[in-house]
């Protein structure tokens, strides 16, 4: 019994010795600052269609540009890291992670969430949890989904899984609601993060190591200008047991925009 005991002890000190070296973890965080003197105004949009439901709930706002007045920070803008020496290639999902079902809903008339980020290996389905017909139009071209369905009040699609990309952006919309807009974002890559409120983003729990990083948003564009997906992107290190925090990147839409 002793030696077994012994073992175990011994078993465990290597597992506490081990473990810290393979997590080898860190994280990459930056804030997105509106670099115009002038801030963008967050405009009604025009609902034209099931007043009474849609605006029930108070007006419906565009939200395809916010600045926060105090920060000036910029709220959802999508940002994922990518393979240093190959900016193209996929970043495999981790297991664990593959067996999340995305969901995409317009409870009032609006796409809940306006971004949706999904992995490979990961499901999708769309709902209509409101008490009006809605439809759900994803253009996602040759790799798909390509799909304009109508979905009755209460209704569900499982639109099941959705191929990653390099160039990961997908608008989706509602043919019967104009105003209705958002964006399926099939990532290359299981580490992203989309800025808050302030325009702040962490992303989290990366294997420390030299990575890309590459940031979209709807109406900015870009955040790393580049000529194709290899160039779209700023070389970042993520260092072991570290928060490695960029300088504020100001950004603004282009005047030819």
Not at 199 to 224: N, Q, S
Request: proline fraction near 8%.
């Amino acid at each position: 019994m002793k030696l077994k005991h012994v073992g175990w002890v011994a078993v465990l000190a290597v597992v506490a010795l081990v473990a810290p070296s393979a997590l080898a973890q860190g994280s990459i965080k930056s804030q997105v600052i509106w670099s115009d003197k002038n801030l963008p105004k967050n405009d009604k949009a025009n609902v034209d269609k099931d007043k009474e439901h849609c605006l029930s709930k108070g007006d419906i706002l565009k939200n395809d540009l916010i600045v926060d007045p105090k920060t000036k920070g910029v709220k959802n803008v999508v940002f994922w890291l990518v393979d240093a020496k190959n900016p193209t290639a996929l970043i495999p999902t981790p297991e664990a992670l593959k067996t999340k079902v995305v969901e995409i809903d317009q409870p009032c008339c609006v796409f809940i969430p306006r971004h949706t980020v999904i992995l490979a290996g990961q499901k999708l389905v769309v709902k209509n949890g409101s008490p009006i017909a809605h439809n759900i139009k994803i253009s996602g071209g040759a790799d798909g989904p390509e799909l304009n369905i109508s979905l009755p009040a209460g209704g569900k699609l499982d639109v099941g899984e959705v191929k990653a990309r390099s160039f990961p952006i997908v608008p989706y919309s509602c043919s019967i609601h104009a105003w209705m807009n958002g964006y399926l974002m099939p990532l290359p890559s299981p580490y992203y993060a989309i800025t808050d409120a302030e325009g702040k983003f962490e992303i989290k729990d990366v294997p420390a190591g030299e990575y890309r990083l590459v940031g979209w948003h709807e109406k900015i564009g870009w955040i790393f200008p580049g000529a194709n997906a290899a160039a779209r992107n700023l070389p970042v290190t993520v260092k072991n047991k570290e928060a490695t925090e960029l300088k504020p990147l100001p950004r603004k839409v282009d005047d030819d925009e």
